[in-house]
């Protein structure tokens, strides 16, 4: 018995082992081809140049300017996602009958399953041919429709992970704020969203994590070209959009060119694995505040 268990045992750590060694591995070549790719061009180059333009008879290796494009469109699908998940989640935690919340919940997550592929070709097709009607200048091209829709995509993130949180906050907290004369409102934003509210930060951080790693909505709808710009109706390009297009043939195995694509992979990685460690602190600080 005591073998079957150790045995049992040593499986969930191999398990768990291979999502160490999977990351542990992609680092690695991140950091090798990296290295590689900094041999011919200036880290400070890299940092500092406003252009990207490694395709082009003249090369520039500025990464600012895929980095403006990805946070461009990543601020716009918060801007979205935010207000309306974090409504989603107040009223069905607050107002919603029971049954509904639970027939609710499974149509808001399917919105998580639609392949983003079909979001971005609806971004292409519909939304931005309707924004065309309110502001004729707006090009076919464009990070504002392309951040809508990817913040529609994510209220799934932001709505679920809230709704838990909210509803993982003592009932007696609730109670007693009705029990002195509060409405449900008042509750809700007084009481329930300040005490879940570790929580609901998190889903936000991991929301934009998403959102930030997010391709085929960026690449259909936002377009390919890469420049320094806060301007959300113009087309821009995003580190995910510029991998998958030297990816696709662009660029001869082994060059300078296709090394972009591995400085650039490495820093999105930084940025995703900085806000990731962003919400497991925020979320271990909490759980130490009220244990």
């Given at each position: 018995m005591k073998y079957k268990e150790k045995l049992i045992e040593n499986f969930f750590k191999f398990c768990a082992s291979i999502?160490?060694?999977?990351?542990?591995?992609?680092?690695?070549?991140?950091?090798?081809?990296?290295?590689?790719?900094?041999?011919?061009?200036?880290?400070?180059?890299?940092?500092?140049?406003?252009?990207?333009?490694?395709?082009?008879?003249?090369?520039?290796?500025?990464?600012?300017?895929?980095?403006?494009?990805?946070?461009?469109?990543a601020a716009i699908a918060i801007a979205v996602a935010l207000p309306i998940g974090l409504t989603i989640a107040i009223y069905l935690n607050m107002y919603a009958p029971k049954s509904f919340r639970k027939t609710l919940k499974p149509f808001l997550e399917?919105?998580?399953a639609i392949p983003t592929v079909v979001y971005g070709f609806f971004a292409l097709t519909i939304v931005t041919p309707f924004l065309q009607t309110i502001y004729p200048d707006?090009?076919?091209?464009?990070?504002?429709?392309?951040?809508?829709?990817m913040g529609i995509m994510i209220i799934p993130f932001i709505s679920s992970l809230s709704e838990d949180a909210l509803y993982a906050v003592p009932k007696s907290l609730k109670l007693a704020a009705f029990g002195m004369g509060s409405t449900r409102f008042q509750t809700a934003?007084?009481?329930?969203?300040?005490?879940?509210?570790?929580?609901?930060?998190?889903?936000v951080i991991l929301a934009i994590?998403?959102?930030?790693?997010?391709?085929?909505?960026?690449?259909?709808?936002?377009?390919?070209?890469?420049?320094?710009?806060?301007n959300p109706t113009v087309p821009v390009q995003t580190i995910t959009?510029?991998?998958?297009?030297?990816?696709?043939?662009?660029?001869?195995?082994?060059?300078?060119?296709?090394?972009?694509?591995?400085a650039a992979g490495l820093t999105l990685f930084l940025?995703?694995?900085?806000?990731n460690s962003v919400s497991f602190w925020i979320k271990k600080k909490y759980q130490e505040k009220y244990e």
């Open positions: 999502t160490i060694f999977t990351t542990i591995g992609i680092i690695a070549v991140l950091l090798f081809e990296s290295i590689s790719f900094f041999r011919d061009v200036s880290i400070f180059e890299f940092l500092t140049d406003t252009q990207w333009t490694p395709l082009f008879s003249e090369k520039h290796f500025g990464i600012l300017a895929l980095v403006s494009g990805t946070f461009l469109t399917i919105l998580a707006l090009e076919t091209f464009n990070s504002l429709s392309a951040g809508i829709v934003f007084k009481v329930m969203v300040p005490a879940a509210s570790s929580g609901i930060i998190v889903s994590s998403r959102a930030i790693g997010e391709t085929m909505i960026v690449a259909i709808a936002a377009g390919q070209q890469p420049q320094l710009t806060l959009s510029f991998i998958v297009q030297v990816s696709s043939g662009d660029a001869p195995q082994g060059s300078v060119e296709y090394k972009t694509i591995f940025f995703t694995f900085t806000l």
